[in-house]
């Protein structure tokens, strides 16, 4: 079917109020000059624009189409998925998808995987995974051809790639896609709530990881600042406690615990977790040369039983938090490295009171040999 574009635009344009009314002033402009780029740049402009929600997908149908083999492929694609946004039906919203990335499949394979990984998040809404999973394979295979990819793209990825983690309960994948996400956005662009959210599961996921010991990357994120103020502020605390291997902060902030299904069902693992951190803590803060710790201090610091100080010690060296050798006979840890954490102003002190010391040691010493000498 033939559509008269001008008459298209114009009868569009009577519907629109007097702003948007104005843009469909320009678009006729620029397509009785046939100027691509900047006709597309206004488009994407119009359709991000909230009050343009109603038009969005006819003004796709009608006249993008008309011309989408002589724009930007990744462009089209956009424009594409913020008139898809308007269609409520997932199902009518995938097909449409589909037949995007058909049409951009054999002039851009960056747009294709754009629109494969925007299906593949709406085969996860309708509880499609093996059919999500297939098309994030599939994308990660192109992607992984290219030198450089646009950061929309990546961003696409990564988030598709954290909704399917997140939903498997795949939590150390999702903590790592899901960083990688924030790594391609500005945060300040993300809407408030969010941000809140995203810093939520990234700290739930953190904590319920079997292999995350370190938070320092999602501890440094200005992200995890969104949550102070609200009622979720207790998990930021709680892993500050984890990263300071404070076993009395922990405990007092187990209270909250039931407000999250996955960590109130995993308080045995946790326990075991904020233990394996108070061993690293208290390996942290003594100088290298006082790193060999009695099974009775190991105690102490961590609140397990004597008879399971080993077992601890052999857990911490096997997730490779410290390096060293255990003396069952004389009942003694000998660490020669612990992992790196990120510091706290109280830790950064210590290290600082640390070099003090030391730096007044090497002074005797000096004093020491002049006066021998």
Known sequence: MTVDIQAFLS???????DELAVMFITFEEMWSRRLWHQLTQSLLDFFNRPESAKQRLSIYQTFVLSFADKINQLNLVSLGLLAASQIEDKNDALKFLNELKGKVKDTSQEAYVYATVEGAKIKLQLDDFDGGRADLDESEKILDKFDSVESMVHASFYNANGDYYHARQ???SYYKNSLLYLACVNIDDLATEDRQARAYH??????????????????LHPILDSLKNTPNEWIHALLYAFNDGDIGKYEALTVHLSKEPILSSRT?????????????EAVFVRPPNERALSFATIVKETQVAPDEVEHLLMKALSLGLIRGSIDQVS?????????????????????????????AGVNQLSDWMEHKM
């Open 170 to 172: 795949e939590f150390a």
């Open 268 to 280: 045995d693992f946790l326990r075991r977790k904020i233990r394996l951190s108070a061993l690293t």
């Open 202 to 219: 990234l700290a739930v996921s953190a904590l319920a990881a079997d292999t995350i010991y370190n938070f320092g990357e999602l501890l």
């Open 331 to 359: 009942a003694i840890a000998r660490i020669s490295w612990v992992q790196p954490k990120v510091l706290t102003m109280q830790q950064i002190k210590g290290m600082r009171d640390r070099l003090i010391e030391w730096d």
């Open 11 to 17: 009868e569009e344009r009577d519907k629109a109020d």
